[in-house]
């Protein structure tokens, strides 16, 4: 079976060109990217959280998911790679773009829960992951990646990586499935 998307968004190619162009080389892999838009697709009229907008990438697979009712906020500590985003995907009006730490963004957010979270950065994945849970709605959605080893990661990538899929597994409040798929990703169901 072949597992490569064949439903893209319009709008990756352009992103892909600005982000090269830029040096942005950590933009969500096409195989995450399609299971984030069959998760935003699952939540008509959702609430989503994506922490690390990067370039964009991820946030145009959840638009190309999203129903008119739902809303993305999306939240990036770089405020340049971020533009590229902002550039691209700033006209849908179901989208809110965030600049600044995500750890802090985490902590000050005071909002409704979310449907579907994505953390791919640090922050709501590696710190922060308690807050980051809390924010995740009864029947909601976590959502992780870049778990499996990868060049250019820092030497103790790996080792956060075993502590936080212990933790993870540890909690009672979420179901979690591991897939050794993409780049690594975990999924977690929050206990309704």
């Known amino acids: 079976m072949d597992d490569t998307p064949h439903q893209l968004p319009s709008d990756l190619p352009a992103l892909r060109a600005k982000a090269a162009a830029a040096g942005f080389t950590l ?10 838009a069959a998760l935003a697709a699952g939540r008509p009229g959702g609430r989503i959280l994506e922490l690390g ?3 964009g990438e991820g946030a145009a697979w959840l638009l190309s998911g ?10 990036e500590l770089d405020a340049t790679v971020q533009a ?7 006209a849908d009006p179901r989208v809110t773009f965030v600049a600044g730490d995500g750890g802090g963004w985490l902590e000050d957010f005071d909002g409704a829960p979310f449907d579907l979270v994505f953390a791919d950065t640090w922050p709501g994945k590696f710190t922060h992951l308690d807050r980051a849970l809390e924010l995740v709605a009864p029947g909601g959605t976590y959502l992780i990646d870049d778990l ?5 990661r820092p030497q103790d990538h790996e ?11 540890a909690r009672e409040d979420f179901r979690c499935v591991r897939l050794a798929w993409a780049s690594g990703l975990l999924m977690a169901v929050r206990a309704a």
Do not use: N, Y
Not at 148 to 152: D, E, F, H, I, S
Not at 162 to 168: K, V
């Open 27 to 36: 933009s969500c892999e096409d195989r995450t990217g399609s299971l984030l």
């Open 53 to 55: 907008t990067g370039a």
């Open 66 to 75: 999203m129903d008119r009712a739902s809303r993305l906020t999306t939240v």
């Open 84 to 90: 590229i985003a902002r550039e691209q995907l700033g």
């Open 148 to 152: 499996l080893p990868q060049p250019g």
């Open 159 to 169: 080792a956060a990586v075993e502590r936080l899929l212990a933790e993870l597994d």
